[in-house]
């Protein structure tokens, strides 16, 4: 028998079935509908949504009790008016903007000179300044143009800056370039105010894009005694390459940094295709600029550390088989984590202070001379680590490390000579002499060796020595000589070892005829600009006077008149040249163990040899090296990577020289790798902690002791 329901609930049944239709009908409404746009206007922080007397929708402002229609297409135009002329809204804002300001605490970053760096704001939020930093931040460390992209980035801004909109790296590659021609301009200034520069150029082959570059570097020594280096161009060359294409591109670059009168010297490497090119260079700059110093004699700087690379290369060619061995065990040992870790291991049995081995670069043989040097430290662990590694077929013979151990003293004096003249924070053209003369001495040395092998290795390297040195350097011989410790005395003492006992004294003739040649091209540019002075301060003189005399006043007194005297006398030339007089002087005494700053003592004796110290600051910025242009390469295989071979030239140049003007403007060095091998060394310390406790949660027997983990934590 079925129970008996009652009207009651048949009739909340029947309800709960018309909201569950209703309720599936609405589901499948919103299916179909899109949702309503959220409001991200900031007016409706400011208004609240009412109902008038009429019944009529309405927004009222929260500040003047008015009331604003409201529109269906929901347009906020007649809020942002009404907001605009609120004068209670506008004072409750006010009041909360100075509530908001608080005193910023300034910190100086580490290591950056604070005088440097740009003024703080004044606590006022701007998105223009925030992008102008981020581009100079991309210019600075060669980050690509969509690291603003980043949702991490953007994540780490907006933390700290609520306000903070989004980059794309459309507009991040404007702000670059806006960046780099402010930074041109403002160098364009400086330049402006430099006598002479000189240059330094060298073509560089893009892997990624397949296209050649050429750079070019200036370099000259400013009021305050510093020597500047500044990246002027990085334009895309296209092949051939030949010389007058080399030429061209030099001088159109000066051109454009109006220096065409200013250009001294050009340091080229030895190619026979930049022989070419200095020749075109020197007759384009001998129309445009009457009198290039002394003929164009110290036009043409040619790149030591090259000639030095040259040397050395043909050296380490008798010893080839033997770097051949070290290369493929380095390569063997280095190649599995197991073998480095036994290698290691191996290391502290003998407590070595040596604990990694490194690879070179065929082409740079100083750091074949670091690899050697590595390995002969290390030469020990090699036979034991055959012992234990089956596998291993190239360790060096006992005869192979003794024959090693002879060279090393030789490439150990190229290698010291090559680092000192390869300096590009000072200047260069005062101490390549010395070491020109040590590297002969070691060599006329070890010509005489007992063993054979090196004899002969020897001779081939004082063969390829007296190619490049057998006629005299002039701008080696200059600079030294213009080295208060050194003048005409570091001639008589080189020369005599660098050349034969007549050649010798002819060379030291032929430096000092040159160096006086120079110093007269100077005193008589210094007497022009003096009458140039004196006819301008005459005329400007005798339009004071006849003012003073329309006025009734005297302007003039004692000081005037003798001064005036006193420029009339001095115009008559010395008995003794500035020159004669500094060379005279005995040489300034000094420890070779204590660092002397050349530069520094021109700046103190300016007074004293007011021409000579103009010659001196021109003679002494020429960069007897192209290592600041082959250091610009390295930033730009950075810039230039596989994931960035589409950038146009035109902005690769502006990434290649705007990075280099920002880093010297604020101060701010490359600290690429030491930043590589911290983020390095924390991986692995993370990545070994990891493992170990993983070992330790399963219970098993782990392949990683504590002393391995010790030992890879060292490395």
């Known amino acids: 028998m079925s129970p008996v329901v009652s009207f009651d609930e048949i009739v909340e049944q029947t309800i709960n079935n018309e909201d569950a239709a209703n309720l599936l009908v609405e589901e499948e409404d919103n299916m179909f509908h899109k949702p309503k746009r959220q409001k991200r206007s900031g ?7 009412v109902v008038d007397s009429n019944g009529d929708d309405k927004y009222q402002c929260k500040h003047y009790w008015m009331y604003l229609a409201k529109i269906k297409s929901g347009t906020t135009t007649h809020l942002k008016r009404h907001l605009s002329h609120c004068c209670k809204y506008l004072e409750a804002k006010k009041k909360l903007e100075d509530k908001m300001k608080q005193q910023q605490l300034v910190f100086t970053p580490i290591g950056v000179n604070p005088t440097s760096l740009p003024p703080f704001h004044d606590g006022k939020f701007s998105m223009e300044l925030l992008k102008e930093a981020a581009a100079t931040w991309i210019l600075m460390h060669d980050h690509p143009f969509s690291i603003l992209e980043e949702e991490g980035f953007n994540m780490f801004c907006r933390r700290g800056m609520p306000e903070w909109i989004g980059v794309s790296r459309a507009t991040a590659k404007k702000s670059c370039f806006m960046i780099y021609e402010m930074e041109k301009k403002m160098l364009c200034n400086v ?21 050649e570059y050429m750079v070019i570097t200036g370099h000259w ?24 294409q080399i030429s061209d591109t030099v001088i159109k670059c000066a051109r454009e940094w109006g220096l065409e009168n200013k250009v001294y010297t050009v340091s080229v490497d030895n190619a026979s295709v930049n022989d070419a090119a200095i020749k075109y260079m020197k007759e384009d ?7 290039i110093v002394c003929g164009g004699k110290l036009f043409h700087v040619r790149c030591c550390a090259h000639i030095f690379n040259l040397i050395a290369q043909d050296g380490l060619n008798e010893i080839k088989d033997i770097i051949n061995i070290i290369r493929r065990s380095v390569d063997f040992i280095r190649r599995t984590d197991a073998r480095l870790l036994k290698f290691a291991e191996i290391i502290k049995q003998l407590k070595l202070d040596e604990r990694k081995l490194i690879y070179d670069c065929k082409t740079r043989w100083n750091s074949t001379y670091e690899m050697l ?12 680590f055959k012992d234990q590694e089956p596998s ?21 004096v190229f290698y010291d000579a090559t680092k000192i003249i390869s300096g590009t924070e000072y200047p260069t053209s005062n101490l390549f002499l010395n070491e020109v003369y040590r590297v002969k001495m070691v060599l006329d040395e070890k010509s005489l060796d007992e063993e054979e092998f090196i004899r002969k290795m020897v001779q081939k390297m004082k063969s390829k020595f007296d190619k490049y040195w057998e006629e005299c350097n002039l701008l080696m011989s200059i600079g030294s000589i213009l080295d208060p410790r050194c003048k005409m005395r570091v001639l008589e003492f080189t020369f005599p070892g660098l050349y034969s006992t007549g050649d010798a004294q002819d060379n030291i003739m032929i430096v000092r005829r040159v160096l006086y040649d120079i110093y007269k091209e100077y005193a008589e540019s210094a007497i022009e600009n003096l009458q140039e002075s004196k006819n301008g301060s005459e005329s400007l003189g005798s339009n004071l006077l006849s003012r003073s005399v329309e006025e009734n006043t005297t302007s003039s007194s004692g000081w005037f008149e003798f001064s005036s005297c006193l420029k009339e006398m001095e115009t008559v030339q010395p008995e003794k040249s500035e020159l004669d ?3 005279e002087e005995g040489c300034h005494q000094f ?3 204590e660092e002397f700053d050349s530069l520094s003592w021109w700046k103190l004796n300016v007074y004293k040899f007011p021409i000579l110290s103009s010659m001196a600051r021109d003679i002494l910025a020429v960069p007897i090296t192209t290592v600041a242009s082959e250091a610009t390469f390295s930033a730009g295989s950075r810039v230039i990577d596989k994931y960035r071979a589409s950038l146009a030239p035109a902005t690769v140049e502006m990434l290649m020289c705007g990075g280099d003007w920002c880093r010297k403007r604020y101060g701010v060095a490359r600290k690429m790798k030491v930043f590589f091998f911290l983020i390095l060394s924390e991986f692995v310390h993370c990545y070994i902690s990891f493992i170990f406790i993983d070992c330790r949660l399963k219970n098993s027997t782990s392949q990683l002791s504590y002393q391995s983990i010790e030992l890879i934590n060292g490395w």
Do not use: H
């Open 43 to 49: 007016v409706w922080l400011e208004m609240t949504e």
């Open 191 to 211: 330049l402006k105010t430099v006598r002479n520069i000189s240059l330094t150029t060298d073509l560089w082959k893009s892997k990624n894009q397949k296209i």
């Open 221 to 244: 020594i400013d009021s305050n005694w510093k020597l500047n280096k500044r990246v002027l161009s990085f334009a895309n060359i296209p092949s051939p390459r030949c010389g007058p």
């Open 285 to 291: 700059f001998s129309r445009i600029k009457n009198n």
């Open 373 to 384: 040097k590595v390995a002969i430290s290390l030469k020990e662990v090699f036979p034991r």
């Open 392 to 412: 291993y077929i190239d360790c060096p013979m006992e005869e192979d490390w003794e024959k090693l151990q002879k060279v090393f003293p030789i490439l150990k």
């Open 581 to 583: 007089v500094f060379l």
């Open 591 to 593: 420890d070779p163990k």
